[in-house]
Nanobody, 125 residues
Framework: QVQLVESGGGLVRTGGSLRVSCLASGRDFAGYHMGWFRQAPGKEREFVAAIGWAGGTTYYADSMKSRFTISRDTAKSTVYLQMNSLEPDDTADYYC??????????????????WGQGTQVTVSS
């Protein structure tokens, strides 16, 4: 059974940093993109970043690429999202997701077939 389990969320002050993790299990993710999405209260889910599991190619939302870094450790079957210079607008539930590799769809949440339960990130002002 495929499982994505996020961890590492929490409360951080404006300007602080946080790293969230996603432990992936249940299948070989070669040929998959692993993505991070976020959803703030009352807002739609939005793309944050994605990475090719095998090749490591990264993709970012333009508004976040200067502050966020996605990476993966295939030996640990874990995907990370390092978030720096956090702002109150970054407050959201952050979700890890997996999708078959298709560059044109990497930012499309409907393309992703497996989702984690989310981890909450709160940035205080």
């Amino acid at each position: 059974q495929v499982q994505l389990v996020e961890s590492g969320g929490g409360l951080v002050r404006t300007g602080g940093s946080l790293r969230v993790s996603c432990l992936a299990s249940g299948r070989d993710f070669a040929g998959y993109h692993m993505g991070w999405f976020r959803q703030a209260p009352g807002k739609e889910r939005e793309f944050v970043a994605a990475i090719g599991w095998a090749g490591g190619t990264t993709y970012y939302a333009d508004s976040m690429k200067s502050r966020f870094t996605i990476s993966r450790d295939t030996a640990k079957s874990t995907v990370y999202l390092q978030m720096n210079s956090l702002e109150p607008d970054d407050t959201a539930d952050y979700y890890c997701a997996a999708a078959p590799e298709k560059k044109q769809r990497v930012r499309d949440s409907s393309w992703y077939v497996q989702w984690g339960q989310g981890t909450q990130v709160t940035v205080s002002s």
